[in-house]
């Protein structure tokens, strides 16, 4: 299906520093927020407990947080938040020195009974400190094999370059979602781990669309540069892409206003991702892949006809 067809070439790679540019600073302040501010790392990596509570009305959520906080033997760093409908409410704790899961499930829900005596408990998590580091360790392993397999992919489907162009692409994409996390301090939960890795997935299979497209056009324009065979490439592509991220955006906004609390982050990280993603595949990869030197020779076999003549 092809939504619309442009007759000529757009010359994206006449601004690949531009793009670059943009992304660099992009990447660099990135970076600086998650060296400065740091992942606000849910309860999934750091341990600790989430209580779901239902009430019979509507519920006060400074009521309850101070009800929590105003105590002598306080519970420090409560997070309080409505979830769902107004009436439920959900409660992020982190581990109590001293204190069991059970301990620490009793003395909140006695406040909040205190407080306000139609609370009731639904649902309740609890993730030890050890579990919650192995997790944190086991997230930041898979992100790397996964980079490592992307790697090892491209390079035996194309060449080197195209493999090296496609893994600074998804970095940057990668970098940026946790940098935007960071800086806005938004929750990173496993679920958002797992946007990531999907992420990464997408992005290189937008990479690999264009790349393939790129291959293609070293056979068909043998006399054209690299940098037209790109530009090309590029146009080509261009109705397949906005029909693919359009309707995959539109799956992840569904999820992100209506998929609940549960769902948001993790909707967030995607909709980050697709359209950096996006950006990366076009003007992040392709300059990156010219400027390492692709050519006509990477991806195409001799010219038969050449070889032939070059007989003695």
């Not at 007759?7 to 990447?27: D, E, N, Q």
């Not at 790392?41 to 959520?61: H, K, S, W």
């Given at each position: 299906m092809e939504l619309f067809k442009i007759?000529?070439?757009?010359?994206?790679?006449?601004?690949?520093?531009?793009?670059?540019?943009?992304?660099?600073?992009?990447?660099i302040l990135a970076v600086l927020a998650l060296g400065f501010r740091g992942l606000n790392?849910?309860?999934?990596?750091?341990?600790?407990?989430?209580?779901?509570?239902?009430?019979?009305?509507?519920?006060?959520?400074e009521a309850i947080r101070g009800s929590l906080e105003s105590q002598p033997d306080k519970i420090p760093e409560v997070a309080v938040q409505i979830f769902g409908t107004t009436k439920d409410v959900l409660i992020r704790l982190p581990i109590k020195e001293g204190v069991n899961g059970s301990q620490l499930r009793e003395e909140v829900y006695s406040l909040l009974k205190a407080q306000d005596p139609s609370a009731e408990i639904r649902r309740?998590?609890?993730?030890?400190?050890?579990?919650?580091?192995?997790?944190?360790?086991?997230?930041?392993l898979a992100l790397l094999l996964v980079a490592a397999g992307i790697v090892a992919y491209?390079?035996?489907r194309f060449t080197w370059r195209f493999a090296v162009a496609a893994i600074v692409a998804n970095m940057h994409d990668i970098v940026i979602i946790l940098g935007m996390f960071a800086f806005f301090q938004w929750e990173?939960?496993?679920?958002?781990?797992?946007?990531?890795?999907?992420?990464?997935?997408?992005?290189?299979?937008?990479?690999?669309?264009?790349?393939?497209?790129?291959?293609?056009?070293?056979?068909?324009?043998?006399k054209a540069s690299v940098v037209d065979v790109i530009d090309n490439a590029i146009t080509t592509t261009m109705s397949r892409t906005v029909i693919t991220h359009a309707m995959t955006q539109l799956m992840v906004l569904a999820m992100f206003f209506l998929g609940g609390?549960?769902?948001h982050n993790f909707a967030l990280a995607l909709t980050i991702g697709i359209v950096f993603g996006i950006y990366s595949s076009v003007l992040v990869a392709c300059p990156v892949a010219m400027w390492l030197g692709v050519s006509r020779a990477d991806l195409l076999l001799p010219d038969k006809t050449s070889q032939e003549d070059g007989r003695p």
């Open positions: 007759k000529h070439a757009i010359p994206f790679m006449r601004y690949g520093k531009v793009t670059t540019t943009i992304s660099l600073v992009t990447f790392l849910g309860i999934d990596f750091t341990g600790g407990m989430l209580l779901e509570v239902t009430y019979a009305q509507p519920a006060n959520i309740v998590e609890f993730v030890g400190p050890q579990v919650g580091k192995d997790l944190y360790e086991g997230g930041i491209l390079a035996l990173f939960t496993l679920t958002v781990l797992a946007g990531v890795l999907a992420i990464l997935g997408y992005s290189v299979n937008e990479s690999v669309v264009v790349f393939d497209r790129v291959r293609e056009n070293f056979r068909k324009m043998r609390e549960a769902l």
